[in-house]
């Protein structure tokens, strides 16, 4: 149970930070065109990842139980 609301508190934070990065009234992220921005693609990319990785390694635990 511990790692299914683990992956779910990792996705809903990737998405609030992913949302806060978006474009603001015209104005882009300070990472944008920058050395940066590819870390932060495979960041969020890897975040999700590891999410949705824990719900399921969640729900199989509690089916197996």
């Known amino acids: 149970m511990t790692l299914l609301?683990?992956?779910l508190v990792v996705l809903v934070l990737t998405a609030?930070?992913?949302?806060r990065m978006l474009?603001?009234?015209?104005?882009?992220?300070?990472w944008v065109n920058t050395e940066w921005e590819p870390y932060i693609?495979?960041?969020?990319?890897?975040?999700?990842?590891?999410?949705?990785?824990?719900?399921?390694?969640?729900t199989l635990n509690l089916i197996s139980t």
């Open 5 to 7: 609301l683990s992956g």
């Open 23 to 30: 474009p603001h009234d015209g104005k882009l992220h300070r």
């Open 41 to 58: 693609g495979v960041a969020f990319t890897s975040a999700v990842a590891l999410g949705l990785t824990m719900i399921l390694a969640g």
């Open 16 to 19: 609030g930070i992913f949302w």
